[in-house]
């Protein structure tokens, strides 16, 4: 269990830490008014705590995955023959508790909380049916992915119906009938939201089954050395997405675009992003020290030291 940690955490803590750190500069650098050095590290140390800032909440969230999962996996294995029961059970606290977050939290005074009860967003008990539904599947492998083949259109039907219901549970429900904020209504925390992200899971495991098929027929040569790259960066596309955000940020101010042409632009601006990413991730990748920004260092000191004095004793020998 040790080891697992170790490797877990010197994986993501590190550059979870300087990420944060240096966005926070560049933002002072940009001029950004909500970051200066007076506040400096006290503003840090509540982003990195919070995960509030340049959509790292996602990191905190997987690190307190990472600090439950032998409970998750000693609970499966505890009790081998009611795993249908342990997984029915969690969609039942899970459809409460995002009831509770929804419409009663609201109504309550929780100043007094400790924010890491009040904060849902990066509490990983929110999300705690999708944590166990996750090891589910890993252990039932097979019987998920038959029942998926039966029952694709069927899923596919639900998740077009589902989608399209988004906008009118969104705008219609959340915002006109109940009146909440647009904060509130983009909330994960929603009964309907929660059964919807059941079935887009469900749909994008099938997706990627698929896929792995479809890649075993074999791709084209610069394809795969595509695809494999970006698997390999892809954590520290998320890390620094923001810098490609930022470029798309300013070309959007230097260009005065008619609305209509925005909308045109939006693909293609999402590709710029993930282009923008995915060069700094490699860059890092490919050229020490700065492996470990994306979660793959490739700069170890004691290595070197060990290598140089094993050529040198090769070379007396």
Same mark, same amino acid.
């Given at each position: 269990?040790?080891?697992?940690?170790?490797?877990?955490?010197n994986?993501?803590?590190w550059?979870y830490?300087?990420?944060?750190g240096?966005?926070?500069l560049?933002?002072?650098?940009?001029?950004?008014t909500d970051y200066n050095?007076?506040?400096?590290g006290?503003?840090?140390?509540?982003?990195?705590m919070?995960g509030?800032?340049?959509?790292?909440y996602y990191m905190l969230?997987v690190?307190?995955l990472?600090l439950l999962?032998?409970?998750?996996? /000693?609970?499966?294995?505890?009790w081998?023959?009611?795993?249908?029961?342990?997984?029915?059970?969690?969609f039942?606290?899970q459809?409460?508790?995002?009831?509770?977050?929804?419409f009663?939290?609201p109504q309550?005074d929780?100043?007094? /909380?400790?924010?890491w009860?009040?904060?849902?967003s990066?509490?990983i008990?929110?999300y705690?049916?999708?944590m166990?539904?996750?090891?589910y599947?890993c252990l039932?492998?097979r019987?998920?992915?038959?029942?998926l083949?039966?029952?694709?259109?069927?899923?596919v039907?639900?998740?077009?119906i589902?989608?399209?219901?988004?906008?009118f549970?969104y705008?219609?429900?959340d915002?006109?009938?109940?009146g909440?904020?647009?904060?509130?209504?983009?909330?994960l925390?929603?009964?309907?939201?929660?059964?919807?992200?059941?079935?887009m899971?469900?749909?994008?495991?099938w997706?990627?089954?698929k896929?792995?098929?479809?890649r075993q027929?074999?791709f084209p040569?610069w394809l795969?050395?595509f695809i494999?790259?970006?698997?390999?960066?892809?954590?520290g596309?998320?890390l620094?997405?923001?810098?490609g955000?930022l470029m798309l940020? /300013?070309?959007l101010?230097?260009?005065?675009l008619?609305?209509?042409?925005?909308?045109?632009?939006?693909?293609f601006? /999402?590709?710029?992003?993930i282009?923008?990413?995915?060069?700094?991730?490699?860059?890092?990748?490919?050229?020490?020290?700065?492996g470990?920004l994306?979660?793959?260092?490739n700069?170890h000191?004691?290595?070197?030291?060990?290598?140089r004095?094993?050529?040198?004793?090769?070379i007396e020998?």
């Open positions: 269990m040790a080891t697992f940690f170790k490797k877990r955490f994986g993501s803590l550059p830490l300087t990420w944060n240096l966005l926070m560049l933002m002072i650098a940009l001029g950004n050095f007076s506040n400096f006290n503003k840090y140390l509540t982003l990195v919070h509030s800032s340049f959509y790292m969230l690190m307190q990472y999962f032998p409970l998750v996996v /000693w609970i499966f294995k505890k081998p023959n009611s795993h249908n029961k342990i997984l029915f059970i969690s039942v606290c459809l409460t508790l995002v009831f509770f977050v929804k009663i939290m309550m929780i100043s007094h /909380w400790p924010y009860f009040k904060a849902t990066i509490n008990f929110a705690q049916f999708y166990l539904y996750g090891v599947t039932h492998y019987e998920i992915y038959s029942f083949q039966r029952n694709i259109h069927a899923i039907t639900l998740a077009i589902m989608a399209i219901g988004m906008m549970y705008r219609i429900w915002q006109k009938i109940l909440m904020d647009g904060d509130s209504s983009l909330s925390h929603q009964p309907y939201i929660a059964c919807y992200d059941i079935v899971l469900n749909l994008i495991f997706l990627g089954k896929y792995a098929t479809f027929r074999g040569k795969e050395n494999n790259r970006a698997v390999k960066v892809s954590f596309m998320y620094n997405q923001t810098l955000l940020s /300013w070309l101010s230097v260009f005065s008619p609305d209509w042409i925005m909308m045109i632009l939006i693909p601006g /999402w590709v710029l992003v282009a923008i990413s995915f060069m700094i991730a490699w860059f890092c990748y490919k050229v020490p020290p700065f470990f994306v979660g793959r260092p700069w000191p004691f290595r070197i030291v060990n290598e004095l094993f050529r040198s004793s090769t020998r």
